[in-house]
T-cell receptor
């Protein structure tokens, strides 16, 4: 079945460090890929998306590139801030289906 | 905009009792609402999809008679866990989609933690 695998957290970084959160997927069709972020006490929010191979999604300094050859969608940010501390979820949907399939989430902790 | 609330944020109930969780879209009409369940260190698992005014569609393995979902209005969906048992303890999250939304366009509530003793 369709699935998403994320690196386990927590990821602990100092402010201004470079961030990578790995995400790989397994899908039978042609998925669209997403990153969601959940700040403490809030609901998940869509951070960025990519709908086809080689697309790059970007938002708030975060980027992720849809790599079909490696079935990956790694999240990156060049310089993290304390306010980026949250849980990040990688997810996919398959063409024709409204269902979101989520990874387990990765907690990011950024210290000053 | 696009705020979804859940109530309560946490609840403790005794085994054998029923508990209701509300999900409201505060500033938009939600034609479709989703209910997810999340276990510690595991991903969100879709339990059911509900469209306003019609019966919910449950995912394989989810007991319809245990998890009753009602989507009676365009701003409110409820999940009732009937005859709750300790194994039903979990984090329940709802999301809502406005009319003609893209399939990924879901706005999530903050979740409800249920503990059954």
């Amino acid at each position: 079945g369709d699935s998403v695998t994320q690196m386990e957290g927590p990821v602990t970084l100092s402010e201004e460090a470079f961030l990578t959160i790995n995400c790989t997927y397994t899908a039978t069709g042609y998925p669209s890929l997403f990153w969601y972020v959940q700040y403490p006490g809030e609901g998940l929010q869509l951070l960025l998306k990519a709908t086809k191979a080689d697309d790059k999604g970007s938002n708030k300094g975060f980027e992720a590139t849809y790599r079909k050859e490696t079935t990956s969608f790694h999240l990156e940010k060049g310089s993290v801030q304390v306010s980026d501390s949250a849980v990040y979820f990688c997810a996919l949907t398959i063409t024709g289906f409204q269902k979101l399939v989520f990874g387990t989430g990765t907690r990011l902790l950024v210290s000053p | 905009g696009a705020v979804v609330s859940q109530h309560p944020s946490w609840v403790i109930c005794k085994s054998g009792t029923s508990v209701k969780i509300e999900c409201r879209s505060l500033d938009f009409q939600a034609t479709t609402m989703f209910w997810y369940r999340q276990f510690p260190k595991q991903s969100l698992m879709l339990m059911a999809t509900s469209n306003e005014g019609s019966k919910a569609t449950y995912e394989q393995g989810v007991e319809k008679d245990k998890f009753l979902i009602n989507h009676a209005s365009l701003t409110l969906s409820t999940l009732t866990v009937t005859s709750a048992h300790p194994e039903d303890s979990s984090f329940y999250i709802c999301s809502a989609s406005p009319p003609q939304a893209q399939r990924y366009e879901q706005y999530f509530g903050p979740g409800t933690r249920l503990t059954v003793t």
